[in-house]
């Protein structure tokens, strides 16, 4: 729509190029003011900006508390114009030592725990900065970083923290943007200290070299880390890759020879209740064969007990089997993406991250050593002027008593500089004591050491880079790892064999039973081989359709109409004498499509599958078990064709019939054996489809079920031919289902 009032600004811009223009707009916003970190104080806009609205609230670490609503009120007022709920989140996991290595931020009151639970209202909880917030701010206040206005103009804040701590790689960060992510685990402060020491003595070190310094991630909620050494050099080589982190568990024996399993620490950011949860549902869909029970006995510590089904259950094995199916081992991404030290987004190695903060310390330590002698200077010429004072007393009283303005006389009698002379008229009457102008040269004498030193460090790299270093080891003696909070929580074990596989089905109870399945797909089993139905009932307009004899141990193959084969695990079937379940609710099966086959898995043993459009294929049955519920494609399928049959091989010849009633029998070795495809024609049709297909051992003839009876016809060859001919009439008395059985 056009503003005639304003044609002058209307500009004809195509509809893709605005929307593209407004996204990137968007894209930027998000990637530089709200999900990336930045390389040299490791935070993030919000956290920034929630640290230096409690330094203005005066929350220094030896303060007391004030309410997270007054703090959260300042940041969202003065500095982020965004919601309430999403600053007060951040301040949360900023006081959280579960979920971050070293808290900025010590919270007073419930702020939520590892169970998942939210932290209580931000107006029941208080909220002050720690010592590591107070390193993250040191020197602030001393121009060391640069300042910007903030949203509404009113006010300033720090683009980045001076951060004599190296917040980054100690505390990580995770953030998703648009079309980008990061994700940087947690590490020990004591580790990279070693790290940047090393870096600062050898600036060309390898990341190698560095990695044997800081050997990986140190997580706030322990665990151990299994990955390989190779894969862990890799990641932190290239910037991306992960972690593999495991529950620290221990065997606590019991009476009579039996044991239970203590889990004392869980992997990093996992929810304890919803872990629990996560058991006890595998529990009841017995998909834990050799746990019996977990009880969950945590107080401040963790204190997870698993007791296994029997007490000669390898406890190794046992855990294993958790480790696969549950969070108590999970992957930790490594995506050292962030923001470098001119706001470009990109991924970093270690090595660039620690050259990256060194170098941002070394410019913290330019900034701050000028301001400092810019105030030494500054401080000097007033003493300066002090002294001049302190050697003419009587001359200075009597050209205050006779001038009403004595300030350009005095620096025209004494030579003095405007600061000089407005430092001596604000001066008390009780700084001319003789004890004042002893202080006075002494303060003179500390200060001219003090910059002459500083002089010396401006213009020597090698003396600034001693300092650093000389910053960065007292740093490490604060987070030693002989401390509370700067021990190592993480350990390190070997990594796992791959090639070990646990049979669970060997662990599962041997027992017989029946399997019934309906027409509609109705699924149970009962205990014991029955001989008849007797006893079997089905849901009104449905009957039974399979019947088999199975063991609990045994694995049952079902074959649908859309070419795929699903697995189903006897032992977990719904057992009793209802109407069991829909297999629809074991497998994903969709309700078009229709079960063909359901048998008991042989491995050894081949099978011959087909079409309606007459194509088929021998295939090994080891190659068609699914490992996930959303089964096997086996059987690709033509234009408006589905799955009509799938057989045992069992002979030496292939029986083929047609909607037509035509049957063709040609040799077995005419068809080829494949893991996947249409396969090749069986028989040809000028109307109708495949109906049936079977195999047979030619000499004993062709054998079929009609009636509730079985059919024998031994001569049958004017039905032999060649495969994909069309075949004869079928012999007399054929079942007028056009199934062999």
């Not at 998000?30 to 990336?36: K, N, P, V, W």
């Not at 079409?611 to 068609?624: I, M």
């Not at 234009?639 to 091989?649: E, G």
């Not at 109307?687 to 049958?716: A, C, F, H, M, Y």
Request: positive net charge.
């Amino acid at each position: 729509m056009r503003n005639t009032a304003n044609s002058s600004e209307i500009r004809d811009i195509g509809f893709a190029k605005a929307l593209g223009e407004r996204y990137l707009a968007y894209a930027l916003s998000t990637i530089m003011s709200r999900s990336l970190p930045d390389v040299r104080d490791g935070l993030k806009p919000v956290h920034r900006r929630l640290l230096h609205a409690m330094r203005e609230l005066h929350l220094d670490p030896g303060s007391g508390y004030k309410k997270c609503a007054r703090v959260v009120g300042d940041v969202i007022g003065k500095y982020h114009p965004h919601g309430d709920v999403a600053v007060y989140d951040a301040l949360v996991r900023l006081a959280q030592s579960f979920a971050v290595r070293y808290p900025p931020i010590d919270g007073q009151g419930n702020f939520g725990n590892v169970d998942g639970d939210n932290a209580a209202a931000m107006r029941y909880t208080e909220a002050r900065l720690t010592e590591v917030a107070r390193l993250l701010l040191e020197g602030i206040d001393e121009d060391a970083v640069d300042f910007r206005t903030t949203y509404d103009g009113e006010a300033v804040e720090p683009v980045v923290l001076p951060a004599n701590f190296p917040n980054l790689l100690a505390n990580g960060a995770s953030g998703i943007a648009v079309g980008m992510a990061t994700n940087i685990p947690p590490h020990n402060v004591d580790e990279i200290a070693v790290a940047l020491l090393h870096l600062i003595k050898f600036p060309k070190a390898t990341v190698a070299k560095l990695v044997e310094c800081m050997p990986g991630p140190d997580f706030p909620s322990g665990g151990i880390l299994v990955e390989e050494p190779a894969s862990i050099l890799e990641a932190y080589r290239t910037g991306r890759g992960s972690f593999r982190l495991r529950a620290r568990w221990e065997v606590e024996k019991r009476d009579r020879g039996s044991y239970q399993i203590l889990v004392t620490e869980i992997p990093y950011q996992v929810p304890k209740a919803r872990l629990i949860q996560k058991i006890a549902d595998l529990l009841h869909e017995k998909k834990l064969p050799l746990l019996e029970n977990i009880r969950d006995e945590s107080d401040e510590t963790i204190r997870l007990l698993f007791e296994p089904r029997s007490r000669n259950v390898d406890p190794a094995v046992l855990m294993e089997s958790l480790f696969r199916q549950t969070d108590l081992e999970v992957r930790i991404g490594l995506n050292l993406n962030v923001l470098d030290g001119v706001g470009v987004p990109r991924v970093m190695d270690l090595r660039e991250a620690l050259q990256a903060y060194l170098d941002h310390r070394h410019d913290v330590l330019l900034r701050r050593s000028k301001f400092r002698l810019g105030k030494i200077e500054e401080r000097l010429e007033i003493l300066e002027g002090y002294r001049i004072v302190y050697l003419n007393l009587d001359k200075l009283i009597r050209i205050l008593r006779k001038e009403d303005e004595p300030k350009k006389p005095l620096m025209k009698a004494f030579k003095l500089s405007d600061l000089q002379a407005e430092a001596i008229l604000n001066m008390r009457l009780r700084a001319l004591r003789r004890l004042e102008e002893k202080r006075i040269g002494e303060e003179f004498d500390r200060l001219s050491k003090e910059g002459r030193n500083l002089r010396a460090l401006l213009k020597d790299k090698a003396k600034r880079w001693k300092a650093i270093a000389n910053e960065i080891a007292e740093l490490r003696k604060s987070f030693s790892k002989k401390t509370a909070l700067g021990r190592r929580r993480t350990s390190f074990d070997m990594a796992p064999v791959e090639a070990v596989d646990i049979d669970f089905e060997t662990m599962i109870e041997k027992e017989p039973i029946t399997v019934f399945c309906s027409e509609k797909g109705w699924i149970r089993a009962m205990k014991g081989h029955l001989a008849d139905e007797k006893g079997v009932k089905y849901k009104e307009g449905d009957g039974p359709k399979f019947t088999l004899h199975a063991e609990t141990t045994d694995r049952l193959l079902l074959f649908a109409s859309n070419g795929r084969f699903y697995t189903l695990s006897a032992d977990r079937l719904p057992r009793g004498r209802g109407h069991g379940e829909p297999v629809r609710l074991l497998v994903d099966l969709g309700n078009e499509d229709a079960i063909l086959a359901l048998f008991v898995h042989t491995p050894e043993a081949k099978l011959l599958v087909a079409s309606s459009d007459g194509r088929g294929f021998v295939t090994e049955e080891a190659g068609v078990v699914a490992q996930t519920r959303a089964g096997k494609q086996v059987l690709n399928l033509g234009k408006d064709a589905v799955a009509r049959a799938c057989t045992r091989v069992a002979g030496n010849h292939v029986a083929v019939i047609g909607e037509n009633r035509k049957l063709l029998i040609f040799p077995l070795k005419d068809l080829p054996e494949m893991g996947r495809g249409r396969g090749n024609i069986l028989q040809r049709y000028q109307k109708g489809r495949l109906s049936d297909v079977t195999t047979l051992v030619l000499k004993e003839g062709l054998t079929w079920q009609s009636g509730g009876r079985t059919r024998n016809e031994p001569d049958i060859k004017d039905w032999i031919g060649k495969r994909s001919g069309a075949g004869r009439i079928a012999p007399k008395g054929f079942a007028k289902s056009n199934r062999f059985g």
